[in-house]
């Protein structure tokens, strides 16, 4: 699998409109930035889940087999 292409235009862009700011808002702004990965990393776990129609059931599979069955 090939590594994504960064778009370092975007990059640079960013890197100097944050230049200005102190140590501790660049800190800030990292920890916010990991943060909103990992709730989209979440989300999109769920959502793949979700795909699937699974659902929750306190039958055992045999139990689910022979309703079906029966049905």
Same mark, same amino acid.
């Given at each position: 699998?090939?590594? $994504?292409?960064? %778009?370092?235009?975007?990059?640079? $862009?960013?890197?100097?409109? #944050?230049? %200005?700011?102190?140590?501790?808002?660049?800190? $800030?702004?990292?920890?916010?930035?990991? *943060?909103?990965? *990992? #709730?989209?990393s979440?989300?999109?776990?769920?959502?793949?889940?979700? $795909?699937?129609? @699974?659902?929750?059931?306190?039958?055992? @599979?045999? *139990?689910?087999? *022979?309703?079906?069955? %029966?049905?």
């Amino acid at each position: 699998m090939k590594p $994504a292409k960064r %778009n370092t235009t975007i990059v640079d $862009a960013y890197a100097s409109l #944050l230049g %200005n700011l102190s140590a501790d808002d660049k800190l $800030a702004l990292i920890s916010r930035l990991g *943060e909103k990965d *990992e #709730l989209t990393s979440h989300k999109r776990k769920s959502s793949f889940r979700k $795909a699937f129609g @699974a659902f929750v059931s306190d039958k055992s @599979a045999d *139990e689910i087999i *022979e309703d079906i069955r %029966n049905s």
